[in-house]
């Protein structure tokens, strides 16, 4: 796997999927392992757009971080992601318009981008789901669901961690003997 850390990269094809993907939980895990059988089918590479640190986390700091990034990168490995681009999120990453990331993701000339049903992007969160369609073909997953029927999310899993219910957090988080120390200071 290739990570790159605030450069461009460009592609004669791929499949993409784009996101903070903080904790790369179950639900993360199934997004990525959609779009790389995805992209074993085309025969290109899986690149994941992530972001260092999360927005979440930038606008709020007290944010609990599930997994910083050099951690990220490691379970971004195990699931099989061929490429990882890492945007510094910071002052000058928020004010990108719409059409300069765009245009960054046509660099990458993706024949499918994988996202979430709430993904948005760009200056005041202007671009989404339905703006991606009208530049690339895009797959929308349906949230995953745990066995109670809640949708798993990162922002879940830290209201489970700070309400002490870690078991629960890392059965969201899914990574069986591999999870992260959710007793950390980190996590308190």
């Not at 972001?51 to 971004?76: G, H």
């Not at 660099?107 to 994988?114: A, G, T, V």
């Not at 369609?133 to 922002?155: D, M, T, W, Y």
Request: hydrophobic share 40%; glycine share 6%; charged share 25%.
């Amino acid at each position: 796997m290739r990570v790159l850390k605030d450069k461009t990269l460009k592609l004669s094809a791929s499949v993409l999927t784009i996101g903070a993907l903080d904790g790369v939980h179950k639900g993360h895990q199934t997004l990525i392992s959609r779009a790389k059988m995805r992209a074993r089918k085309f025969n290109v590479p899986l690149v994941v757009y992530t972001f260092d640190p999360p927005p979440r986390v930038y606008f709020n700091k007290s944010t609990l971080l599930l997994t910083p990034l050099a951690e990220k990168i490691k379970w971004l490995s195990l699931l099989g992601v061929d490429y990882v681009i890492v945007a510094p999120f910071n002052a000058n990453f928020m004010e990108r318009e719409v059409h300069s990331f765009l245009t960054e993701l046509a660099d990458l000339n993706p024949l499918e981008i994988w996202e979430g049903h709430d993904f948005q992007f760009g200056k005041n969160r202007e671009g989404n789901v339905d703006t991606l369609r009208k530049h690339f073909s895009v797959q929308v997953l349906e949230p995953i669901r745990c066995n109670s029927g809640e949708i798993i999310s990162s922002s879940r899993i830290r209201i489970l961690i700070k309400e002490g219910m870690v078991s629960q957090a890392k059965q969201l988080l899914g990574w069986k003997g591999l999870s992260p120390d959710l007793t950390g200071d980190n996590y308190l």
